[in-house]
């Protein structure tokens, strides 16, 4: 079995930052891509950003120039630099990891609320 767990959300005052971290565990698994979704209330779920293994990334247009996605490929460790936080960022980040198979395993998301 393979375990995604997501830290760093919480509450964040309009234009300030947050980081946060997803680790792998369990069984070793080699991820093609890693990244991060979100879900607001009310809304679907939506790519914010991801990373492949060779350090290609593809951000959402509404998070281009205020967030950065990382990762530590030997560790499984994916990270989301938030920077400019706005209110319309406020939603459940989910981390989510694929094989090069195509098999996606999701952990189960951080609450990043941001508001005055």
């Known amino acids: 079995q393979v375990q995604l767990v997501e830290s760093g959300g919480g509450l964040v005052q309009p234009g300030g930052s947050l980081r946060l971290s997803c680790a792998a565990s369990g069984r070793i698994v080699i991820f093609n891509t890693m990244g991060w979704y979100r879900q607001a209330p009310g809304k679907q779920r939506e790519l914010v950003a991801h990373m492949t293994r060779g350090g290609s990334t593809n951000y959402a247009d509404s998070v281009k120039g205020r967030f950065t996605i990382s990762r530590d490929n030997a560790k499984n460790w994916v990270f989301l630099q938030m920077d400019g936080l706005r209110p319309d960022d406020t939603a459940v980040y989910y981390c989510?990891?694929?094989?090069?198979?195509?098999?996606?395993?999701w952990g189960q998301g951080t609450q990043v609320t941001v508001s005055s």
């Open positions: 989510i990891a694929e094989t090069s198979g195509g098999t996606q395993y």
